[in-house]
């Protein structure tokens, strides 16, 4: 079994910055498929960045790519998302989550088989 806890979402004014953490259990971490999804109110959940076992390959939704940043600590069994230059648009409920079986990042939802509860990032204008 894998749980998964995010922090650090809040409110912060656009142009500003957050960065959210994902701590996991699970003996094996090192080897999952880790990424952030998000859901803003009435739109489905969103892939934003994914990044591999090893941190050699990372991922990013078009939306995001440029501002924000996915990385891993696997001696810590944590992952982290740093966000810079925040837009109003990005406000919404932040998921980490764990592909346990994948090799590679997938963007589908449904490929994921451990979710955390989520932490809300609110981007004010």
């Known amino acids: 079994q894998v749980q998964l806890v995010e922090s650090g979402g809040g409110l912060v004014q656009a142009g500003g910055s957050l960065r959210l953490s994902c701590a996991a259990s699970?003996?094996?971490?090192?080897?999952?498929?880790m990424a952030w999804f998000r859901q803003a109110p009435g739109k489905q959940r969103e892939f934003v960045a994914g990044?591999?076992?090893?941190?050699?390959?990372?991922y990013y939704a078009d939306s995001v790519k440029g501002r924000f940043t996915i990385s891993r600590d696997n001696a810590k069994n944590t992952v982290y998302l740093q966000m810079n230059s925040l837009k109003p648009e990005d406000t919404a409920l932040y998921y980490c989550?764990?592909?346990?079986?994948?090799?590679?990042?997938?963007?589908?939802?449904?490929?994921?088989?451990?979710w955390g509860q989520g932490t809300q990032v609110t981007v004010s204008s």
């Open positions: 699970g003996r094996i971490f090192s080897s999952y498929i």
């Open positions: 990044i591999t076992w090893s941190s050699a390959r990372t």
């Open positions: 989550a764990a592909d346990v079986f994948g090799s590679i990042i997938r963007v589908r939802t449904a490929e994921y088989e451990y």
